[in-house]
Protein backbone atom coordinates (compact mmCIF):
# COMPACT_ATOMS: atom_id res chain seq x y z
CA UNK A 1 0.00 0.00 0.00
CA UNK A 2 0.62 3.78 -0.74
CA UNK A 3 0.18 6.44 1.78
CA UNK A 4 0.04 10.04 -0.18
CA UNK A 5 -0.80 13.30 1.55
CA UNK A 6 -1.33 16.00 -0.89
CA UNK A 7 -1.39 19.30 -0.35
CA UNK A 8 -4.45 20.31 -2.92
CA UNK A 9 -7.43 18.75 -3.77
CA UNK A 10 -6.10 18.55 -7.91
CA UNK A 11 -3.85 16.47 -6.93
CA UNK A 12 -5.49 13.90 -4.38
CA UNK A 13 -7.85 13.38 -7.48
CA UNK A 14 -5.17 12.96 -9.83
CA UNK A 15 -3.60 10.24 -7.78
CA UNK A 16 -7.44 8.32 -6.96
CA UNK A 17 -7.90 9.30 -11.04
CA UNK A 18 -4.90 7.74 -12.02
CA UNK A 19 -4.54 4.78 -9.74
CA UNK A 20 -4.67 1.33 -11.45
CA UNK A 21 -5.38 -0.75 -7.78
CA UNK A 22 -7.81 -0.28 -5.27
CA UNK A 23 -7.62 3.48 -3.94
CA UNK A 24 -9.23 5.15 -1.09
CA UNK A 25 -9.83 8.84 0.84
CA UNK A 26 -8.51 8.84 4.38
CA UNK A 27 -9.97 11.72 6.66
CA UNK A 28 -11.00 10.48 9.73
CA UNK A 29 -10.23 7.22 9.13
CA UNK A 30 -12.76 5.50 11.45
CA UNK A 31 -14.03 3.24 9.20
CA UNK A 32 -11.32 2.64 6.15
CA UNK A 33 -8.89 1.80 9.15
CA UNK A 34 -11.21 -0.72 10.94
CA UNK A 35 -11.65 -2.54 7.25
CA UNK A 36 -8.51 -2.66 6.08
CA UNK A 37 -8.06 -4.03 10.19
CA UNK A 38 -10.36 -6.68 9.78
CA UNK A 39 -9.34 -7.82 5.75
CA UNK A 40 -11.89 -6.59 4.14
CA UNK A 41 -10.27 -3.91 2.40
CA UNK A 42 -6.46 -3.85 1.15
CA UNK A 43 -6.05 -0.66 -0.70
CA UNK A 44 -3.21 -0.05 -2.91
CA UNK A 45 -3.16 3.36 -2.46
CA UNK A 46 -4.46 5.68 0.34
CA UNK A 47 -5.02 9.51 -0.14
CA UNK A 48 -4.97 11.71 3.07
CA UNK A 49 -7.05 14.69 2.35
CA UNK A 50 -6.26 16.39 5.78
CA UNK A 51 -3.19 18.71 4.49
CA UNK A 52 -5.30 20.18 1.95
CA UNK A 53 -6.35 23.70 2.59
CA UNK A 54 -9.79 24.64 3.85
CA UNK A 55 -10.92 20.98 4.72
CA UNK A 56 -10.77 21.71 8.66
CA UNK A 57 -13.33 24.62 8.13
CA UNK A 58 -16.47 25.57 9.08
CA UNK A 59 -17.85 28.49 7.00
CA UNK A 60 -20.78 30.62 7.71
CA UNK A 61 -21.76 32.94 5.04
CA UNK A 62 -24.62 34.42 3.44
CA UNK A 63 -26.01 31.25 1.62
CA UNK A 64 -25.44 28.87 4.87
CA UNK A 65 -22.76 26.50 6.00
CA UNK A 66 -20.17 24.93 4.37
CA UNK A 67 -18.26 22.47 6.07
CA UNK A 68 -14.92 20.54 4.95
CA UNK A 69 -14.69 17.27 4.83
CA UNK A 70 -12.19 16.49 7.00
CA UNK A 71 -14.19 18.14 9.92
CA UNK A 72 -14.36 15.99 12.84
CA UNK A 73 -17.61 15.00 14.75
CA UNK A 74 -16.17 17.17 18.06
CA UNK A 75 -15.28 20.21 16.01
CA UNK A 76 -18.93 20.57 14.90
CA UNK A 77 -20.19 20.33 18.21
CA UNK A 78 -17.99 22.77 19.38
CA UNK A 79 -19.69 25.74 16.66
CA UNK A 80 -21.92 27.27 18.38
CA UNK A 81 -23.30 28.91 15.40
CA UNK A 82 -23.92 25.59 13.73
CA UNK A 83 -24.97 24.63 16.64
CA UNK A 84 -27.72 26.77 17.05
CA UNK A 85 -28.89 26.99 12.99
CA UNK A 86 -28.43 22.90 12.65
CA UNK A 87 -28.89 21.12 16.52
CA UNK A 88 -30.62 18.25 14.71
CA UNK A 89 -27.07 18.12 12.17
CA UNK A 90 -25.05 18.43 14.82
CA UNK A 91 -26.67 16.04 17.34
CA UNK A 92 -26.60 13.15 14.57
CA UNK A 93 -23.01 13.61 13.69
CA UNK A 94 -22.31 13.55 17.28
CA UNK A 95 -24.08 10.22 17.84
CA UNK A 96 -21.20 8.35 16.16
CA UNK A 97 -19.14 6.55 17.88
CA UNK A 98 -16.80 7.15 20.93
CA UNK A 99 -15.37 10.56 21.87
CA UNK A 100 -11.88 8.60 20.74
CA UNK A 101 -14.07 8.02 17.03
CA UNK A 102 -15.36 11.77 17.55
CA UNK A 103 -12.05 13.34 17.89
CA UNK A 104 -11.79 11.60 14.06
CA UNK A 105 -15.22 10.76 12.43
CA UNK A 106 -16.56 13.01 9.63
CA UNK A 107 -19.88 13.48 7.91
CA UNK A 108 -18.67 12.93 4.72
CA UNK A 109 -17.08 9.79 5.96
CA UNK A 110 -20.20 8.67 7.17
CA UNK A 111 -22.12 9.58 4.23
CA UNK A 112 -19.56 7.69 2.21
CA UNK A 113 -19.53 5.05 4.28
CA UNK A 114 -23.17 4.02 2.76
CA UNK A 115 -24.87 2.44 5.65
CA UNK A 116 -28.44 2.69 5.72
CA UNK A 117 -27.89 3.05 9.51
CA UNK A 118 -25.62 6.08 9.47
CA UNK A 119 -26.49 8.94 12.47
CA UNK A 120 -24.77 11.91 10.45
CA UNK A 121 -26.64 11.70 7.63
CA UNK A 122 -30.57 11.56 7.88
CA UNK A 123 -30.59 15.19 9.37
CA UNK A 124 -28.33 15.94 6.66
CA UNK A 125 -30.83 14.67 3.77
CA UNK A 126 -33.84 17.15 6.13
CA UNK A 127 -31.61 19.51 5.81
CA UNK A 128 -31.75 19.24 1.81
CA UNK A 129 -27.80 19.53 2.24
CA UNK A 130 -25.89 19.20 -1.12
CA UNK A 131 -22.23 17.75 -1.33
CA UNK A 132 -19.55 19.68 -3.71
CA UNK A 133 -17.54 16.89 -5.31
CA UNK A 134 -14.38 17.73 -7.30
CA UNK A 135 -12.81 15.20 -9.62
CA UNK A 136 -11.37 14.93 -12.94
CA UNK A 137 -13.83 16.32 -15.10
CA UNK A 138 -13.91 19.70 -12.41
CA UNK A 139 -16.69 20.27 -9.64
CA UNK A 140 -20.38 19.30 -9.50
CA UNK A 141 -22.53 20.18 -6.85
CA UNK A 142 -25.73 16.91 -5.75
CA UNK A 143 -28.22 16.75 -2.89
CA UNK A 144 -26.72 14.34 -0.22
CA UNK A 145 -29.31 12.07 -0.88
CA UNK A 146 -27.87 11.34 -4.18
CA UNK A 147 -24.93 10.07 -2.85
CA UNK A 148 -25.79 6.44 -1.05
CA UNK A 149 -27.46 4.27 -3.88
CA UNK A 150 -27.61 0.68 -2.13
CA UNK A 151 -26.06 -0.59 1.45
CA UNK A 152 -21.93 0.12 1.23
CA UNK A 153 -22.28 1.87 -2.81
CA UNK A 154 -22.47 5.11 -3.64
CA UNK A 155 -23.12 7.39 -6.80
CA UNK A 156 -18.82 8.64 -6.62
CA UNK A 157 -16.97 8.07 -10.19
CA UNK A 158 -13.46 6.76 -9.96
CA UNK A 159 -11.06 9.80 -9.00
CA UNK A 160 -14.22 11.62 -7.43
CA UNK A 161 -13.94 13.72 -3.48
CA UNK A 162 -16.25 14.57 -1.80
CA UNK A 163 -14.53 18.27 -0.28
CA UNK A 164 -17.55 19.71 1.48
CA UNK A 165 -21.07 19.87 2.76
CA UNK A 166 -23.20 23.11 2.15
CA UNK A 167 -26.17 23.34 4.68
CA UNK A 168 -28.53 25.66 2.91
CA UNK A 169 -29.37 29.38 5.49
CA UNK A 170 -31.77 29.37 7.38
CA UNK A 171 -35.32 31.27 7.16
CA UNK A 172 -36.72 32.70 10.64
CA UNK A 173 -38.57 30.26 12.61
CA UNK A 174 -36.69 26.93 11.72
CA UNK A 175 -35.15 24.00 13.36
CA UNK A 176 -34.25 20.57 13.16
CA UNK A 177 -34.08 17.48 15.47
CA UNK A 178 -32.54 13.52 14.92
CA UNK A 179 -33.43 10.73 17.07
CA UNK A 180 -32.12 6.95 16.95
CA UNK A 181 -33.40 3.59 18.64
CA UNK A 182 -30.53 1.85 19.88
CA UNK A 183 -31.28 -0.78 23.00
CA UNK A 184 -28.34 1.07 24.97
CA UNK A 185 -27.87 4.17 26.04
CA UNK A 186 -24.73 4.96 23.47
CA UNK A 187 -21.88 3.72 21.06
CA UNK A 188 -24.50 1.84 18.84
CA UNK A 189 -25.50 1.14 15.24
CA UNK A 190 -29.06 2.59 14.88
CA UNK A 191 -32.10 -0.05 15.01
CA UNK A 192 -34.16 2.91 13.56
CA UNK A 193 -33.85 6.61 13.15
CA UNK A 194 -35.58 9.57 12.42
CA UNK A 195 -34.38 12.83 11.34
CA UNK A 196 -37.32 15.95 10.63
CA UNK A 197 -36.39 19.52 9.63
CA UNK A 198 -39.36 21.96 9.75
CA UNK A 199 -40.07 25.63 9.35
CA UNK A 200 -42.79 27.29 10.82
CA UNK A 201 -44.56 30.87 10.24
CA UNK A 202 -45.36 33.40 13.03
CA UNK A 203 -48.48 32.08 14.42
CA UNK A 204 -46.24 28.78 14.75
CA UNK A 205 -48.21 26.74 11.97
CA UNK A 206 -45.55 24.23 10.10
CA UNK A 207 -45.12 25.88 6.91
CA UNK A 208 -42.18 23.82 5.57
CA UNK A 209 -41.25 20.14 6.38
CA UNK A 210 -39.08 17.16 6.26
CA UNK A 211 -38.69 13.91 7.20
CA UNK A 212 -36.24 11.66 6.73
CA UNK A 213 -35.93 7.97 7.81
CA UNK A 214 -32.73 5.77 8.11
CA UNK A 215 -32.11 2.15 8.53
CA UNK A 216 -35.98 0.82 7.79
CA UNK A 217 -34.84 0.45 3.94
CA UNK A 218 -31.23 0.02 1.59
CA UNK A 219 -30.79 3.86 1.56
CA UNK A 220 -32.16 6.10 4.16
CA UNK A 221 -34.92 7.34 2.57
CA UNK A 222 -36.97 11.03 1.88
CA UNK A 223 -40.83 10.56 3.17
CA UNK A 224 -42.77 13.30 1.33
CA UNK A 225 -46.31 11.72 2.77
CA UNK A 226 -44.96 12.49 6.17
CA UNK A 227 -44.04 15.94 5.33
CA UNK A 228 -47.19 16.92 3.95
CA UNK A 229 -48.66 15.63 7.18
CA UNK A 230 -47.33 18.25 9.67
CA UNK A 231 -47.55 21.07 6.85
CA UNK A 232 -50.37 23.55 7.85
CA UNK A 233 -50.68 21.95 11.45
CA UNK A 234 -49.54 23.08 14.51
CA UNK A 235 -48.20 19.44 15.46
CA UNK A 236 -51.51 18.45 17.05
CA UNK A 237 -52.63 15.06 17.81
CA UNK A 238 -53.88 14.26 15.06
CA UNK A 239 -51.17 15.42 12.52
CA UNK A 240 -48.40 13.31 14.63
CA UNK A 241 -50.88 9.97 14.01
CA UNK A 242 -50.74 11.26 9.86
CA UNK A 243 -47.01 11.65 10.18
CA UNK A 244 -46.33 8.02 11.98
CA UNK A 245 -49.01 6.26 9.61
CA UNK A 246 -46.88 8.00 6.80
CA UNK A 247 -43.59 6.99 8.22
CA UNK A 248 -44.84 3.35 8.98
CA UNK A 249 -46.46 3.51 5.08
CA UNK A 250 -42.65 3.58 3.79
CA UNK A 251 -40.44 1.41 5.82
CA UNK A 252 -39.40 -1.59 3.99
CA UNK A 253 -36.88 -2.71 6.87
CA UNK A 254 -35.03 -5.99 6.76
CA UNK A 255 -35.37 -8.34 9.78
CA UNK A 256 -32.12 -8.88 11.81
CA UNK A 257 -30.40 -9.69 15.00
CA UNK A 258 -30.92 -5.96 15.95
CA UNK A 259 -34.62 -5.69 15.29
CA UNK A 260 -38.13 -7.25 13.43
CA UNK A 261 -39.54 -5.79 10.33
CA UNK A 262 -42.35 -5.24 12.82
CA UNK A 263 -40.28 -3.61 15.20
CA UNK A 264 -38.57 -0.98 13.12
CA UNK A 265 -41.63 0.21 10.97
CA UNK A 266 -43.31 0.93 14.35
CA UNK A 267 -40.44 2.88 15.88
CA UNK A 268 -39.59 4.87 12.70
CA UNK A 269 -43.18 6.22 13.29
CA UNK A 270 -42.74 7.18 16.95
CA UNK A 271 -39.30 8.50 16.85
CA UNK A 272 -40.23 11.08 13.67
CA UNK A 273 -43.14 11.94 15.95
CA UNK A 274 -40.81 12.49 18.64
CA UNK A 275 -38.23 14.26 16.25
CA UNK A 276 -41.12 16.39 15.06
CA UNK A 277 -41.99 17.71 18.29
CA UNK A 278 -38.45 18.57 19.12
CA UNK A 279 -37.87 20.27 16.06
CA UNK A 280 -40.99 21.98 16.75
CA UNK A 281 -39.79 23.18 19.68
CA UNK A 282 -36.52 24.63 18.54
CA UNK A 283 -38.13 26.47 15.60
CA UNK A 284 -40.10 28.50 18.67
CA UNK A 285 -43.54 26.61 18.37
CA UNK A 286 -45.39 26.14 21.79
CA UNK B 1 6.19 -1.80 1.00
CA UNK B 2 8.33 0.83 0.51
CA UNK B 3 8.74 3.31 4.40
CA UNK B 4 7.04 6.56 5.18
CA UNK B 5 9.64 8.96 6.80
CA UNK B 6 7.87 11.18 9.66
CA UNK B 7 8.73 13.57 11.96
CA UNK B 8 6.37 14.78 14.85
CA UNK B 9 6.36 15.64 17.97
CA UNK B 10 5.49 13.05 20.85
CA UNK B 11 5.35 14.72 24.50
CA UNK B 12 7.11 18.00 24.14
CA UNK B 13 9.84 15.96 22.03
CA UNK B 14 11.02 15.99 18.64
CA UNK B 15 10.55 12.57 16.97
CA UNK B 16 11.78 10.80 13.43
CA UNK B 17 11.07 7.39 12.31
CA UNK B 18 10.08 5.27 9.18
CA UNK B 19 6.80 3.30 9.31
CA UNK B 20 4.51 1.20 6.83
CA UNK B 21 2.15 2.79 4.88
CA UNK B 22 -0.38 0.95 6.50
CA UNK B 23 1.17 0.75 10.10
CA UNK B 24 -1.41 2.19 12.62
CA UNK B 25 0.35 4.69 14.87
CA UNK B 26 0.06 2.51 17.84
CA UNK B 27 1.98 -0.24 16.62
CA UNK B 28 4.77 2.41 16.16
CA UNK B 29 4.18 4.03 19.23
CA UNK B 30 4.74 0.67 20.88
CA UNK B 31 6.96 -1.44 18.32
CA UNK B 32 9.21 1.26 17.03
CA UNK B 33 9.34 3.80 19.91
CA UNK B 34 9.21 1.70 22.62
CA UNK B 35 6.53 3.38 24.03
CA UNK B 36 4.23 0.78 25.36
CA UNK B 37 2.25 2.57 27.91
CA UNK B 38 -0.63 2.84 24.89
CA UNK B 39 -1.79 -0.94 24.99
CA UNK B 40 -4.05 -2.73 22.00
CA UNK B 41 -7.21 -4.32 23.20
CA UNK B 42 -9.27 -4.41 19.98
CA UNK B 43 -7.68 -2.91 17.42
CA UNK B 44 -10.58 -1.02 16.24
CA UNK B 45 -11.63 1.51 18.01
CA UNK B 46 -13.74 0.03 20.23
CA UNK B 47 -12.11 -0.40 23.44
CA UNK B 48 -9.89 3.10 24.17
CA UNK B 49 -7.33 1.11 25.42
CA UNK B 50 -4.69 2.63 22.70
CA UNK B 51 -5.83 6.26 23.58
CA UNK B 52 -3.57 9.25 22.80
CA UNK B 53 -4.36 12.88 21.47
CA UNK B 54 -3.43 14.22 18.50
CA UNK B 55 -2.97 18.04 18.28
CA UNK B 56 -5.01 17.84 21.43
CA UNK B 57 -7.75 15.89 20.07
CA UNK B 58 -8.66 12.01 22.05
CA UNK B 59 -8.06 9.23 19.59
CA UNK B 60 -7.90 5.94 19.44
CA UNK B 61 -4.17 5.10 17.77
CA UNK B 62 -5.16 2.08 16.66
CA UNK B 63 -7.13 3.65 14.01
CA UNK B 64 -4.83 6.73 13.18
CA UNK B 65 -1.74 5.62 10.49
CA UNK B 66 1.63 6.29 11.69
CA UNK B 67 2.17 8.55 8.71
CA UNK B 68 -0.39 10.68 9.28
CA UNK B 69 1.01 12.21 12.29
CA UNK B 70 3.68 14.13 10.68
CA UNK B 71 4.21 17.46 11.81
CA UNK B 72 1.76 17.02 14.77
CA UNK B 73 1.61 16.92 18.54
CA UNK B 74 1.22 13.65 19.82
CA UNK B 75 0.45 13.21 23.28
CA UNK B 76 0.67 9.50 25.12
CA UNK B 77 0.30 8.27 28.83
CA UNK B 78 4.20 8.29 29.05
CA UNK B 79 4.05 12.57 29.23
CA UNK B 80 1.76 12.58 31.62
CA UNK B 81 3.58 12.21 34.97
CA UNK B 82 6.20 14.96 35.36
CA UNK B 83 9.36 13.19 35.94
CA UNK B 84 8.34 11.28 39.27
CA UNK B 85 5.48 13.62 40.02
CA UNK B 86 2.24 11.65 39.04
CA UNK B 87 -0.54 13.44 38.09
CA UNK B 88 -3.89 13.94 39.98
CA UNK B 89 -5.63 11.21 38.39
CA UNK B 90 -2.58 8.93 38.13
CA UNK B 91 -2.65 9.51 41.74
CA UNK B 92 -6.35 8.96 42.59
CA UNK B 93 -6.59 6.32 40.57
CA UNK B 94 -4.33 4.40 42.80
CA UNK B 95 -5.65 6.14 45.91
CA UNK B 96 -9.53 5.06 44.15
CA UNK B 97 -8.15 1.27 43.61
CA UNK B 98 -9.71 2.70 39.85
CA UNK B 99 -7.69 -0.40 38.49
CA UNK B 100 -7.30 -3.88 38.70
CA UNK B 101 -5.26 -5.82 35.77
CA UNK B 102 -4.24 -1.86 34.22
CA UNK B 103 -4.68 -2.97 30.51
CA UNK B 104 -7.45 -0.03 30.25
CA UNK B 105 -5.61 1.87 32.54
CA UNK B 106 -3.44 4.38 30.39
CA UNK B 107 -6.45 4.81 28.03
CA UNK B 108 -8.77 5.73 30.60
CA UNK B 109 -6.35 8.29 31.97
CA UNK B 110 -6.05 9.49 28.86
CA UNK B 111 -9.09 10.09 27.92
CA UNK B 112 -10.41 11.46 31.71
CA UNK B 113 -7.75 14.02 31.12
CA UNK B 114 -9.21 14.86 27.95
CA UNK B 115 -12.44 15.54 29.53
CA UNK B 116 -11.37 17.72 32.32
CA UNK B 117 -9.37 19.42 30.15
CA UNK B 118 -12.45 20.48 28.49
CA UNK B 119 -14.85 20.26 31.28
CA UNK B 120 -13.35 20.85 34.77
CA UNK B 121 -16.75 20.05 36.89
CA UNK B 122 -18.18 17.42 35.27
CA UNK B 123 -21.37 15.11 36.54
CA UNK B 124 -21.83 11.67 36.93
CA UNK B 125 -23.23 11.71 33.70
CA UNK B 126 -21.13 13.65 32.14
CA UNK B 127 -18.15 11.48 33.11
CA UNK B 128 -19.89 8.27 32.19
CA UNK B 129 -20.52 9.31 28.84
CA UNK B 130 -17.22 10.90 28.34
CA UNK B 131 -15.40 7.91 29.24
CA UNK B 132 -18.08 5.13 27.01
CA UNK B 133 -15.23 5.06 24.19
CA UNK B 134 -13.09 2.89 27.10
CA UNK B 135 -13.67 -0.59 28.43
CA UNK B 136 -13.02 -2.06 31.45
CA UNK B 137 -13.24 -5.72 32.58
CA UNK B 138 -11.97 -5.40 36.21
CA UNK B 139 -13.49 -2.75 37.75
CA UNK B 140 -17.32 -2.60 37.08
CA UNK B 141 -16.30 1.24 36.16
CA UNK B 142 -17.29 2.56 39.79
CA UNK B 143 -14.09 3.29 41.30
CA UNK B 144 -12.87 4.93 38.03
CA UNK B 145 -15.44 7.37 38.28
CA UNK B 146 -15.41 7.96 41.78
CA UNK B 147 -11.37 8.44 40.84
CA UNK B 148 -12.62 11.46 37.75
CA UNK B 149 -14.79 13.08 40.44
CA UNK B 150 -12.09 13.34 43.41
CA UNK B 151 -9.75 14.17 40.74
CA UNK B 152 -12.24 17.32 39.38
CA UNK B 153 -12.66 18.21 42.74
CA UNK B 154 -9.07 18.31 43.59
CA UNK B 155 -7.99 20.31 40.56
CA UNK B 156 -10.34 22.86 41.06
CA UNK B 157 -9.39 23.40 44.29
CA UNK B 158 -12.54 23.18 45.85
Redesign the interface.
Known sequence: ???E?PETLKSAVTLLAKEKGLAFV?AG??DL??K???GFLE?DL?V?I?RIKGVFDIAKSATGFRIGAAV?G?QLGENAALVKAWPGVVEGANLI?????Q??CTMVGNLCNGSPAADGVPALIAANAKVVISGPKGKRTIPVEQVPVSPGRISLKKGEIIEAILLPKRPANSSDAYLRFIPRT??DIAVVSAAVNLTLDGKGTVKDARVVLGAVAPTIIVVPAAAKALIGSKLDAAALEKLAAACAAACKPIDDKRGTIEFRTKVAGVLARRAAEIAYKRAGGK | ??G?HVSTTINGDAVEFVC???E?LLDVLRNRLGMTGAKEGC???DC?AC?VT?NG????S????G??V?GAKVGTIEGMAKGDQLHPLQKNFISHAALQCGICTPGFLI?AK??LDKNPDPSEEEIR??????LCRCTGYDKIVRAVQATAKEMRGA
Request: glycine letters at 16%; a positive charge.
Open positions: MRYALGTLVMKGPVDKPVGSKQVGREM | MSVNADPGTGGSIRLVCCLVLAENAALFGLAGN
